[in-house]
């Protein structure tokens, strides 16, 4: 039987203890695969997501630019040190699940890496797609995350060929605030995975 890995590459403040992860492992364990979490530490969430102009800033803001690349780079940094000891060509099948500045995380590793990876992104950030690969990924977000423009995270997902996913009302934890409306939208969001997983690997 081949052997299978998962790396969740969380968000900052969402620790895979939050749903879309902390059910997201499940199913991967669930599926026989080993599992791998990055830690960031070094990153602020204060000084990250606590303001919209960081992450959404206009590319002649020099200074957000700049924090925004050394955020990524540090974010990088911890991962790659993390997974310094896994042999990835001992896996059949990897997979990485990410969540908002993860999903950047993991495309990156993966380009500069050379890990064949399939990838599900929660709520990823625009800089994630320009190391994605065409045809390889499942894309979640929603239309009320203040962290990104809608219309462009699904132009890109069109442009790359990826399977995406757009909740309605949702902000960048895919909640609309309505435990109902959320706890329907996590099921389907589940449901889109576990059938992701049984698909054929990279």
Do not use: W
């Amino acid at each position: 039987m081949e052997k299978k890995l998962a790396v969740i590459f969380p968000g900052i403040g969402y620790h895979s203890d939050k749903p879309l992860l902390y059910y997201s492992k499940k199913i991967v364990r669930q599926h026989g695969y080993d599992i791998s979490e990055v830690v960031f530490k070094g990153l602020d969430k204060s000084v990250l997501l606590g303001s919209d102009k960081l992450l959404t800033s206009s590319r002649d803001d020099a200074e957000a630019e700049k924090k925004k690349l050394e955020a990524f780079e540090t974010a990088f940094g911890e991962a790659k040190e993390q997974l310094a000891g896994i042999d990835f060509s001992m896996y059949g099948d990897v997979i990485f699940v990410s969540k908002s500045i993860g999903t950047v995380v993991a495309s990156v590793y993966a380009s500069r890496e050379n890990v064949p990876a399939r990838q599900v992104y929660f709520t990823p950030l625009e800089q994630t797609f320009s190391r994605v690969e065409e045809k390889n990924g499942l894309v979640f977000f929603g239309t009320k995350d203040p962290f990104i423009n809608t219309a462009r995270i699904e132009e890109l997902c069109i442009e790359k060929n990826l399977t995406y996913r757009i909740f309605e009302n949702c902000n960048h934890s895919l909640e609309t605030g309505e435990p109902q409306t959320d706890l329907k939208n996590l099921t389907e969001v589940i449901s889109e995975c576990e059938s992701y997983l049984a698909g054929s690997p990279v």
